[in-house]
């Protein structure tokens, strides 16, 4: 039995990159205000690419359950420099799950991830290409060039998050990577292979491997709206990306265990040693109490690190899919609204992809 998964050019799509095309995936949530202007955007350097380079674009934009007109004004858009592919999701499941929609649903060989409110330049991706068909890249990344608008606190957080997450880890996820992202073909197959359900993109993408590039950005103020992640969805992130990639929380509570165990055997011979030596049986309420609250407080963390794991578990295990797919279009600049037939080999039909939410 083969466990693992051959990718190498021997058993890959063997046609020049350029001819395999690039899907562009991007996630929408409420970006009704801004879509037809980033579209209009998409749009011109999808023209650029296909006169420069004869390389076939498509965007798949994947309405993750928006409450205002983003699907109506998606369904708008002219499809005149490229093929418009429209996954409505079922409800809204989370930017994570939309971009696995998008994934599954690209039809042609590269796919990019960037966001749908203009924050991810479109006039990047020319670059995010070059990389990927001159320099043979399979996986260009962008990271924030610096984070100097940012809070020490929050730069302080971020540090903290990733050195964590690459604590004795073999392959590291860089730091300040962002969504936006192209995969080659081979990049693209290889992350919709991986199963698991709880997905931590950015790691998940630099886990693959391939040969990787980082390119520095600086990203765009938000055209319209807010951003739709509060600080309690990134410390939920954090702690998902944390937990499915990584045993350092519970590494590190075992080694916190050891050394409290030892401090209190220590503690423990110290106390015999005074009241057989010095014959003191001291009262010591004070210490008892605060020995107490921290081993019982260090108890609970501990305890609360296993049962993330636990749930993590839990939720592996369910296998429900992660998305449904409510709606589903394509348009070609040839024909207009028609039902989309999956012409990608390794498709799968729609939810069979799966996970907890
Ligand atoms: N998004 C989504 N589902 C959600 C939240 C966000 O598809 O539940 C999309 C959103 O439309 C945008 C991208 O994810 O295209 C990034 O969201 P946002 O700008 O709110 O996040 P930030 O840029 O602040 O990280
Ligand atoms: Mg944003």
Redesign the pocket.
């Known amino acids: 039995m083969n466990l693992g998964a051959d990718l190498s050019p021997l058993s890959a799509d063997l046609r020049p990159a350029s001819r395999q095309g690039l899907s562009v995936v991007?996630?929408?949530?409420?970006?009704a205000g801004g879509l037809a202007r980033l579209h209009e955007r998409i749009s011109t350097v999808a023209r650029r690419l296909k006169a420069e380079r004869g390389l076939v674009c498509e965007v798949v934009y994947?309405d993750?359950?928006?409450r205002d007109d983003t699907l109506k004004i998606a369904g708008q858009l002219p499809a005149a420099d490229l093929d418009i592919q429209i996954v409505s999701l079922s409800r809204?499941?989370?930017?994570e799950a939309?971009?696995i929609a998008g994934l599954d649903h690209a039809r042609l060989g590269a796919v990019m991830f960037?966001?749908?409110?203009g924050?991810h330049s479109p006039d990047l991706i020319d670059t995010l290409v070059h990389h990927w068909i001159d320099g043979g890249y399979d996986v260009v990344y962008t990271a924030k060039a610096h984070r100097k608008h940012e809070s020490a606190l929050r730069r302080f957080a971020v540090r903290s998050f990733y050195s964590l997450i690459n604590w004795g880890a073999r392959q590291k996820i860089p730091e300040d990577a962002g969504?936006f992202r192209l995969l080659s073909p081979r990049a693209a197959a290889a992350l919709r292979q991986l199963p698991e359900r709880n997905r931590f993109f950015k790691g998940l993408a630099s886990w693959i491997g391939f040969r990787q590039m980082r390119v520095d950005y600086e990203?765009e103020p938000?055209a319209h709206g807010?951003?739709?992640?509060s600080l309690g969805g990134l410390i939920g992130l954090s702690i998902e990306g944390l937990t499915s990639f990584s045993v350092a929380p519970l590494r590190l509570a075992s080694w916190l265990g050891l050394m409290f165990a030892l401090v209190a055997l220590l503690y423990g011979v110290w106390i015999l040693w005074e009241t057989w030596i010095y014959g003191r049986s001291v009262p010591g309420y004070p210490s008892i109490m605060v020995g107490l609250m921290v081993v019982g407080g260090i108890q609970l963390m501990i305890i609360g690190i296993v049962g993330e794991y636990i749930g993590k578990i839990l939720s592996e295990i369910k296998a429900r899919p992660i998305y449904f797919i409510a709606e589903h279009s394509v348009r070609t600049s040839a024909d207009h609204s028609k039902t989309a037939p999956d012409s990608r080999p390794d498709a799968k039909p729609d939810s069979t992809r799966s996970a907890a939410e």
């Open positions: 991007v996630p929408v949530f409420n970006e994947v993750d359950g928006s809204n499941f989370g930017k939309a971009l960037m966001d749908g409110d924050q969504d990203p938000r807010n951003t739709t992640f």
